[in-house]
């Protein structure tokens, strides 16, 4: 009975696995005409060859007809002229790759003049031949050149008029549309005739919109500042002017603020109606004695908001804004240390100075006192060791005598030879304590919350 | 036969047209994918079938032609992305495509990914990394370190070299566990502190001051042990220094230390026992400390002293019984080699007899009472603590009688013959049936009396009963055809039913234990008992 089951299960694996269609695929192709095997190669036309899979779930005609364009596109060479703005910025050989790569995608939406030459079809697969005249692809192509000047000429001219009437911010935006409009030729050598004089336009754009940037100024309210660590600051903002050399202040002008005492801040700011930007510097806690803070044009966001076209985005990132620097003098706060040991006065003032703050000789010339009472206590004697228990109050009043920070320090010990190696000890681990734990809380409720 | 060799050739088989199916199946699947334009799901059914099958061709090529049409429909998402300033997704998309590319030459397929990928992939690279680590940087300053952390990682994977990332996650990690460790130092939690620091220490030695600080906090824990150690309070001083010396066995002298306050307080319970005559109690109180700490004080030779003060001789005495005393003897004797086999460091077992006939004789009256004078000179004399009497209140040992019953049974007798049928014939025949049993009973009470005055320091009754029985049956024929028989209206038939029952007793064992090994075993475990029993006694509780 198992026998027979077993000998029942061969035909089933048979059927299960048996393919319904035998004709081989050779067999198929031998009937395919030529343009499919190889690509016709007419030396008038760009050929375009497109075949696709059939399939109930896609329009596969629409497909193959897709990779027949991408195909044509593929073989359009595209040329960058050696005095073309492209080559200005070639620094690689990278960036004409990225055009090419961006032009041939472009090329293919904007085919023109293309013909279906003839299709063809199996059962599971459906091919297509289009093709388009070369002279006919130059043809349209001077058209579209023309054209393009043409519309960027109009906003060329916009951006004169704005720099006329000193809105530089107006004539950047225009520049940059300007430039954007002919895009899918920036790697030819546009010439064209401007104020009667013969020119290379694409330079001509690029060099005006990059005088228009470094002609904008961000002005300061003085060479340098002053700020007081860990304090906020007496201003809420500084006020600083964005404007042009002739002094005229600039309006909507985006700027990126970034301060080297706070690396990753970065403030977008945008300059208001009076041409002004208010640049918040917040609490200082940097170490250091000078610090800086920068301000730059963000032309890539002026650049982002007139244009989505990644070739003139990566082209004019290598326009820079000019970055300008005000300096920020940090004004260390000023402690006086009561502290009656000596060797405790010491560490403390070390961790103080270490921090970049300054030691008072007086009260009456800090702005802190800081205030450490600590009294030792005998505690047991035991083969000849001894131990001493050690309490003190960590205070720390502003010059107003106001209480800002205070911490009761009541579990150190010390130990030693007799009660005074004892207490000795008992002092250094207070120093400990107060360096690992207590001065960096001090520090947090003074200078940070 | 023919099956034996036909059914694993079946099964080769179908496992081998099972395998072809695998492909044709993979196959037909992957089509329906490719078709529907759904080229990594293709290419992950394909790359799985290549790896379990790698020498199928087919599947290799239907890998190379939908890996490369789904890379090619990347290619296109990833400048697509590129395009609309979507730089996450074009970094995200390539480092798949990537990770695919790679994956499939394990596969032993080469796809050629468009160049285009990579130069935007560098591009969108470096936008996205910069606003990673703007963001990560703010994160650090703001002290958000778990965001900071998640940031950092997540360049460190993309590109582990890229700008600070390294010190900024190594940062992002430990800054938090480090300023814990402060914190929890500032609230004289040192051991906590210094287990977070040093969790700091095992990735990084030179992380900021930790090592240091892991140093601070030991000592500080050191002292607090030292204190407590100073003001005897010797449970928190070992804890305290035992988690310095857990951490750094070399720690100043903490090893030295700890070893004072684990054991300076069993050192002095010692003394106290030892002092109020608990001489075992202290013998074990400085055994401790010699087996911890090894030459800690004179704790070596207070232990010889208290070994020497609770020293526990006892003597046997067991009585005779019924007037015969060569059995009691035989279980003394056992029973003195139990309690020496305990190994009892405080006993010492002698025989009675041996130490003194005279009192053997005279110390238990008639009546079963001691005469406490006897027992005092065992002491004074002898220096016996205590003696162990035995007395035997039952000692009975019954060996049976073999009984034999001769029985009719038939023995059934099966021919075949040449024309394949079978005749049965059953003939009457005599058996015998044989039975016997052996028991032995043991019932005694045992006493550990004080000389010193004559008080019952343990008492029981025990009691055990061993029995062997054997019962079988003898034929002389052949035992297999032998069937039992009923009988039932006068007239003897064979009985199928108790076949099974008689064959039973026809290989049923014929040797039987003997009394003098059933009373042997049950003297054997009788000592045991009482051995044991005197040896947990403690004459100190």
């Given at each position: 009975m198992k026998l027979v089951f077993q000998l029942l299960l061969i035909p089933v694996f048979l059927i299960s696995c048996s393919s319904s269609k035998k004709?081989?695929?050779?067999?198929?192709?031998?009937?395919?005409?030529?343009?499919?095997?190889?690509?016709?190669?007419?030396?008038?036309?760009?050929?375009?060859?497109?075949?696709?899979?059939?399939?109930?779930?896609?329009?596969?005609?629409?497909?193959?007809?897709?990779?027949?364009?991408?195909?044509?596109?593929?073989?359009?060479?595209?040329?960058?002229?050696?005095?073309?703005?492209?080559?200005?910025?070639?620094?690689?050989?990278?960036?004409?790759?990225?055009?090419?790569?961006?032009?041939?995608?472009?090329?293919?939406?904007?085919?023109?003049?293309?013909?279906?030459?003839?299709?063809?079809?199996?059962?599971?697969?459906?091919?297509?031949?289009?093709?388009?005249?070369?002279?006919?692809y130059e043809r349209i192509k001077r058209e579209r050149i023309q054209t393009a000047i043409s519309k960027?000429?109009?906003?060329?001219?916009?951006?004169?008029?704005?720099?006329?009437?000193?809105?530089?911010?107006?004539?950047?935006?225009?520049?940059?549309?300007?430039?954007?409009?002919?895009?899918?030729?920036?790697?030819?050598d546009l010439q064209t005739d401007i104020a009667g004089k013969g020119q290379s336009y694409t330079s001509r754009l690029f060099a005006d919109l990059t005088a228009t940037l470094q002609n904008i100024r961000i002005v300061y309210p003085g060479n340098s500042i002053e700020v007081k660590r860990g304090q906020k600051p007496e201003n809420e903002s500084l006020n600083a002017a964005v404007e042009n050399k002739e002094n005229t202040h600039l309006t909507g002008v985006p700027v990126i603020i970034t301060y080297s005492f706070s690396p990753g801040k970065r403030d977008e700011l945008v300059s208001d109606a009076n041409g002004t930007i208010r640049i918040k510097t917040g609490i200082l806690h940097s170490k250091r004695t000078t610090e800086n803070i920068s301000a730059v044009v963000n032309f890539e966001k002026m650049v982002r908001e007139t244009t989505s076209d990644p070739v003139v985005r990566k082209l004019l990132s290598n326009i820079k804004a000019m970055e300008f620097v005000l300096p920020v003098n940090i004004i260390p706060s000023v402690f006086y240390v009561d502290a009656g040991n000596p060797g405790t006065l010491r560490e403390i003032e070390a961790l103080l100075t270490g921090d970049g703050f300054t030691i008072a000789s007086d009260r009456a010339g800090a702005g802190f006192i800081l205030s450490l009472e600590a009294t030792t206590t005998k505690g047991s004697e035991r083969n000849g060791k001894f131990s001493a228990g050690l309490i003190a109050d960590f205070m720390v009043k502003d010059k107003n005598g106001q209480m800002i920070f205070n911490q009761h320090i009541t579990d150190v010990t010390g130990l030693g030879t007799s009660y005074e190696d004892a207490s000795t000890d008992a002092y250094t681990a207070l120093i400990s304590k107060i360096r690992i734990s207590v001065y960096p809380a001090m520090y947090r409720v003074i200078f940070k919350d | 036969m023919w099956n034996r060799t036909i059914t694993p050739l079946i099964f080769i088989f179908i496992i081998l047209i099972t395998g072809?199916?695998?492909?044709?199946?993979?196959?037909?699947?992957?089509?329906?994918?490719?078709?529907?334009?759904?080229?990594?799901?293709?290419?992950?059914?394909?790359?799985?079938?290549?790896?379990?099958?790698?020498?199928?061709?087919?599947?290799?090529?239907?890998?190379?032609?939908?890996?490369?049409?789904?890379?090619?429909?990347?290619?296109?998402?990833?400048?697509?992305?590129?395009?609309?300033?979507?730089?996450?997704a074009t970094v995200y998309?390539?480092?798949?495509?990537?990770?695919?590319?790679e994956k499939v030459v394990k596969a032993g397929v080469d796809l050629k990914p468009d160049p285009a990928m990579k130069r935007y992939f560098d591009d969108a690279k470096e936008n996205y990394l910069a606003q990673r680590y703007e963001a990560g940087q703010k994160n650090i300053g703001e002290q958000k370190y778990d965001e900071a952390k998640a940031t950092f990682f997540e360049i460190f994977k993309i590109d582990p070299d890229y700008k600070d990332t390294r010190n900024y996650l190594k940062q992002a990690t430990f800054e938090p566990i480090y300023q814990d460790g402060a914190r929890l130092y500032g609230e004289g939690k040192?051991?906590?502190?210094?287990?977070?620091?040093?969790?700091?220490?095992?990735?990084?030695?030179?992380?900021?001051?930790?090592?240091?600080?892991?140093?601070?906090?030991?000592?500080?824990?050191?002292?607090?042990?030292?204190?407590?150690l100073m003001n005897e309070n010797f449970?928190?001083?070992?804890?305290?220094?035992?988690?310095?010396?857990?951490?750094?066995?070399?720690?100043?002298?903490?090893?030295?230390?700890?070893?004072?306050?684990?054991?300076?307080?069993?050192?002095?319970?010692?003394?106290?026992?030892?002092?109020?005559?608990?001489?075992?109690?202290?013998?074990?109180?400085?055994?401790?400390?010699?087996?911890?700490?090894?030459?800690?004080?004179?704790?070596?030779?207070?232990?010889?002293?208290?070994?020497?003060?609770?020293?526990?001789?006892?003597?046997?005495?067991?009585?005779?019984?019924?007037?015969?005393?060569?059995?009691?003897?035989?279980?003394?004797?056992?029973?003195?080699?139990?309690?020496?086999?305990?190994?009892?460091?405080?006993?010492?077992?002698?025989?009675?007899?041996?130490?003194d006939p005279r009192i053997e004789q005279l110390l238990v009256n008639l009546s079963g009472n001691f005469n406490e004078e006897l027992l005092r000179q065992l002491g004074n004399k002898q220096n016996i603590k205590a003696v162990l009497y035995i007395d035997f209140t039952e000692f009975s040992?019954?060996?049976?009688?073999?009984?034999?019953?001769?029985?009719?049974?038939?023995?059934?007798?099966?021919?075949?013959?040449?024309?394949?049928?079978?005749?049965t014939v059953d003939k009457q025949v005599k058996y015998e049936e044989s039975?016997?049993?052996?028991?032995?009973?043991?019932?005694?009470?045992?006493?550990?009396?004080?000389?010193?005055?004559?008080?019952?320091?343990?008492?029981?009754?025990?009691?055990?009963?061993?029995?062997?029985?054997?019962?079988?049956?003898?034929?002389?024929?052949?035992?297999?055809?032998?069937?039992?028989?009923?009988?039932?209206?006068?007239?003897?038939?064979?009985?199928?039913?108790?076949?099974?029952?008689?064959?039973?007793?026809?290989?049923?064992?014929?040797?039987?234990?003997?009394?003098?090994?059933?009373?042997?075993?049950?003297?054997?475990?009788?000592?045991?008992?009482?051995?044991?029993?005197?040896?947990?006694f403690n004459p100190e509780k």
């Open positions: 004709v081989s695929h050779d067999d198929v192709m031998a009937s395919a005409p030529e343009w499919v095997r190889k690509t016709p190669n007419d030396p008038q036309y760009y050929h375009g060859i497109g075949a696709a899979a059939k399939s109930a779930q896609m329009d596969f005609r629409e497909k193959a007809r897709q990779n027949a364009l991408s195909d044509i596109a593929g073989n359009i060479s595209v040329n960058i002229s050696s005095s073309s703005v492209l080559s200005q910025f070639e620094f690689d050989n990278k960036f004409s790759s990225y055009y090419r790569d961006n032009i041939k995608l472009s090329t293919k939406n904007y085919l023109e003049g293309y013909e279906m030459v003839e299709n063809w079809e199996t059962p599971d697969r459906y091919w297509v031949y289009y093709r388009l005249s070369k002279a006919e960027s000429l109009g906003d060329y001219r916009e951006a004169e008029k704005s720099i006329s009437a000193g809105n530089s911010t107006e004539a950047i935006y225009n520049q940059i549309k300007a430039i954007e409009k002919i895009k899918d030729f920036l790697g030819e | 072809g199916c695998m492909v044709k199946n993979t196959l037909k699947k992957g089509a329906a994918y490719e078709a529907a334009g759904m080229f990594k799901d293709a290419s992950e059914l394909y790359y799985k079938t290549c790896l379990k099958r790698p020498k199928k061709p087919e599947v290799k090529i239907a890998l190379k032609r939908s890996g490369q049409l789904y890379i090619e429909d990347q290619a296109e998402n990833i400048a697509q992305s590129f395009n609309r300033g979507d730089y996450k998309d390539y480092i798949t495509t990537r990770d695919f590319v040192y051991m906590e502190a210094y287990r977070k620091w040093n969790s700091i220490f095992e990735q990084d030695r030179n992380y900021s001051d930790v090592a240091d600080r892991m140093k601070q906090a030991l000592n500080e824990r050191y002292k607090q042990g030292s204190v407590y449970q928190d001083a070992a804890t305290a220094l035992g988690e310095v010396h857990l951490a750094d066995p070399s720690f100043k002298d903490v090893k030295l230390l700890f070893t004072e306050a684990r054991n300076e307080p069993v050192y002095r319970k010692g003394n106290a026992f030892l002092a109020s005559g608990k001489c075992r109690t202290a013998y074990y109180a400085f055994d401790n400390v010699v087996k911890d700490a090894g030459t800690y004080k004179d704790a070596a030779g207070q232990r010889e002293k208290a070994l020497d003060c609770a020293q526990f001789p006892i003597a046997v005495k067991t009585s005779a019984y019924g007037g015969r005393t060569s059995a009691p003897k035989q279980f003394q004797a056992l029973l003195i080699s139990q309690l020496i086999s305990q190994k009892n460091l405080f006993l010492k077992v002698y025989d009675l007899s041996v130490v040992r019954n060996e049976g009688t073999l009984t034999k019953v001769e029985k009719t049974g038939f023995e059934r007798i099966v021919t075949k013959k040449a024309t394949g049928e079978t005749s039975s016997k049993k052996n028991s032995v009973t043991v019932t005694l009470t045992y006493k550990l009396v004080s000389v010193a005055n004559g008080e019952i320091l343990i008492s029981d009754r025990v009691s055990e009963n061993k029995k062997d029985e054997i019962r079988y049956a003898s034929y002389f024929g052949t035992n297999d055809n032998l069937y039992p028989s009923s009988f039932q209206g006068g007239i003897c038939s064979i009985d199928i039913g108790n076949y099974r029952a008689l064959q039973n007793l026809v290989r049923a064992s014929k040797s039987i234990t003997s009394v003098e090994t059933l009373t042997d075993k049950i003297f054997e475990s009788v000592s045991r008992k009482i051995a044991g029993n005197i040896n947990n």
